[in-house]
T-cell receptor, first 109, second 114 residues
Framework: QKEVEQNSGPLSVPEGAIASLNCTYSDRGSQSFFWYRQYSGKSPELIMSIYSNGDKEDGRFTAQLNKASQYVSLLIRDSQPSDSATYLCAGSNDYKLSFGAGTTVTVRA | DAGVIQSPRHEVTEMGQEVTLRCKPISGHDYLFWYRQTMMRGLELLIYFNNNVPIDDSGMPEDRFSAKMPNASFSTLKIQPSEPRDSAVYFC????????????FGAGTRLSVL
């Protein structure tokens, strides 16, 4: 079992809708969590980081962290075709990152 | 800032050959990471360095893999001898202590071993 599990997807949403991505982790020592976006054939790009329980908003993106439930999520509001990508969830309790398998999101125009 | 620079971008080689991948981290960053990404296994950490010193190489799959960081601005990942199952995209990333482990990835090297 991977340390970080993501809902497998793929996820298809219409343009303008909310895309919801979920992630659970097994290492209770994990303190930092990240969402990376990876376009096909490209490298992972950091879009959100979250370190404490609650919500963190950045533009159309909202990350949520619940350490008691060992759960991290990412909401993408007003989804755009340019949001079509694979989203990787990662957790860390030191300087190592453990990545989930990724969720592929397709935004239909 | 030029970001993390990797070379070559693509490498095609034959089984049994030696392969060397190169990475230049972001200037001033003191952590460097090597990852491998495949469809089957996703993104896996192979090894990481702090201040040029290898800290954790538990992800290195076999003795055929080795990594060095002779100075703060250069690292290599070597596979000798290469095998078809080594075909993957290899990423290098760097981070700065105190930036809460935000890692910046290079463009990657796509390796094909025939």
């Amino acid at each position: 079992q991977k340390e970080v599990e993501q809902n497998s997807g793929p996820l298809s949403v219409p343009e303008g809708a909310i895309a919801s991505l979920n992630c659970t982790y097994s290492d209770r020592g994990s303190q930092s969590f990240f969402w990376y976006r990876q376009y096909s054939g490209k490298s992972p790009e950091l879009i959100m980081s979250i370190y404490s329980n609650g919500d963190k908003e950045d533009g159309r993106f909202t990350a949520q962290l619940n350490k008691a439930s060992q759960y991290v999520s990412l909401l993408i509001r007003d989804s755009q075709p340019s949001d079509s990508a694979t989203y990787l969830c990662a957790g860390s309790n030191d300087y190592k990152l453990s990545f989930g398998a990724g969720t592929t999101v397709t935004v239909r125009a | 800032d030029a970001g993390v620079i990797q070379s070559p971008r693509h490498e095609v080689t034959e089984m049994g050959q030696e392969v060397t991948l190169r990475c230049k981290p972001i200037s001033g960053h003191d952590y460097l990471f090597w990852y491998r990404q495949t469809m089957m296994r996703g993104l896996e950490l192979l090894i990481y360095f702090n201040n040029n010193v290898p800290i954790d190489d538990s992800g290195m799959p076999e003795d055929r893999f080795s990594a060095k960081m002779p100075n703060a601005s250069f690292s290599t990942l070597k596979i000798q001898p290469s095998e078809p199952r080594d075909s993957a995209v290899y990423f290098c990333a760097s981070s700065l202590a105190g930036e809460k482990n935000i890692q910046y990835f290079g463009a990657g090297t796509r390796l094909s071993v025939l």
